[in-house]
């Protein structure tokens, strides 16, 4: 057994009581979900069980088994189970079929009253897989998201409107966009969820709860290490610059300005949960972004009105006429910073661990 992907091995220790005669480790603690550390780790969880069973659906489909053999699944499971959820529906690529997304549904124990806050379902989207056979196709998704092209988008927004048609009352009516739940980790699970969730704001008027781990916001002032002379100056600099070149731009492509500004305005009520690590550079531009934009709107608010709204790749396919569904960055977002030393940036698990005091 790979003691990695094993829930009683590396899960959240601080959510399961001590073994004692009777209990299993997999047993979990009694789940208040109106906690946030209950609801950001059971969320990463559920990604984790996503990524274990494409794993070991991949090692089947390499020894020539039956991809659907339960017993050979047996370690993903309890990533899911161990909440209380059962795996509904799996989100798939046509071709090659790779599974990138599970719908999962939650089904409670009988005994206490349903909590009030809790998901009827969790859309679960995984990321990257390096170690897996699944890489070639993942990295390819990467680059087709740095190139706006990623088919994946529209398959996910289907398959998850179908979703919504069929399982909640009215198509998802907005009173009840809180009963579905979607999470997202690493650069292609969380654009997946970011592309998702705006179209159901945009198009549905459903504001879905979102938790999006080390989500992709890759930008120039990110890369410069702060630890080189001058390079906190530097990195404010250029993102001030930036501001103002948008600004001036703005005015040029009026027509496309308005389009992003309207567009943020029907956004604005959605605020997904960003969970981000400061020295992980692939979701650090999005520390960078909000906390430039609020330097911003107090020295030049009207600067940072337009410097919000409008992104470089957005204008690009502009100037081409090629005009965007939904803006590449985020009118609001809750914004959770990993400030610690220690580990890898962008592992999952980090998310799962109990809350500590390098949060912020």
């Known amino acids: 057994m790979d003691s990695s992907k094993g829930f009683a091995f590396t899960g959240p220790r601080h959510m399961m009581p001590k073994a004692e005669a009777g209990s299993s480790p997999t047993n979990t603690t009694e789940i208040d979900w109106d906690n946030e550390e209950h609801r950001r780790c059971i969320t990463a969880c559920l990604i984790k069980g996503t990524y274990v069973l494409e794993s070991e659906r991949t090692k ?63 859309v679960a989207f995984r990321g990257t897989m390096r170690r897996d056979a699944t890489n070639l196709g993942d990295m390819r998704l990467d680059l087709r998201i740095l190139l706006n092209a990623c088919g994946r988008f529209s398959h996910a927004r289907e398959e998850v409107g179908k979703f919504l048609d069929s399982a909640m009352p009215s198509g998802g009516a907005a009173g009840s966009s809180c009963m579905v739940w979607l999470a997202g980790h690493s650069l292609g699970a969380s654009s997946i969820a970011l592309d998702v969730g705006r179209h159901m704001m945009t198009q549905r ?12 916001q ?20 250029l993102r001030t610059t930036s501001y103002i070149l948008k600004h001036g731009l703005g005015k040029v492509l009026k027509p496309h300005k308005n389009n ?38 107090e020295r030049l608010p009207r600067v940072a009105a337009s410097g919000t709204t409008l992104s470089y790749r957005d204008m690009c396919r502009s100037a081409f006429g090629m005009q965007n569904e939904r803006p590449h960055l985020l009118p609001s977002a ?27």
Not at 218 to 237: C, F, H, Q, Y
Request: hydrophobic share 40%.
């Open 205 to 216: 008027g459903l504001n879905i709860p979102t938790f999006l781990f080390n989500p992709p």
């Open 60 to 122: 089947l489909r390499e020894a020539g088994d039956d991809d659907t053999c339960e017993e050979a699944l047996a370690l993903a499971p309890a990533w899911w189970e161990s909440f209380h959820f059962r795996r509904f529906r799996v989100l798939a690529c046509r071709s090659p079929r790779f599974t990138y997304g599970v719908i999962f549904e939650y089904v409670p124990p009988d005994g206490p009253r349903r909590h009030p806050s809790a998901p009827s379902y969790v």
């Open 218 to 237: 890759v930008s120039l002032p990110a890369v410069i290490d702060n630890k080189l002379p001058m390079a906190e100056v530097a990195t404010r600099g």
């Open 334 to 360: 809750m914004l959770w910073k990993n400030q610690s030393s220690a580990g890898n940036p962008h592992e999952l698990r980090q998310w799962w661990q109990q809350k500590a005091r390098n949060w912020c």
């Open 260 to 297: 992003m500004e309207e567009q943020f305005e029907q956004l604005s009520p959605w605020v997904p949960n960003l969970y981000v690590h400061q020295r992980d550079i692939i979701c650090k531009g999005f520390i960078d972004y909000f906390e430039q934009r609020e330097r911003m709107q």
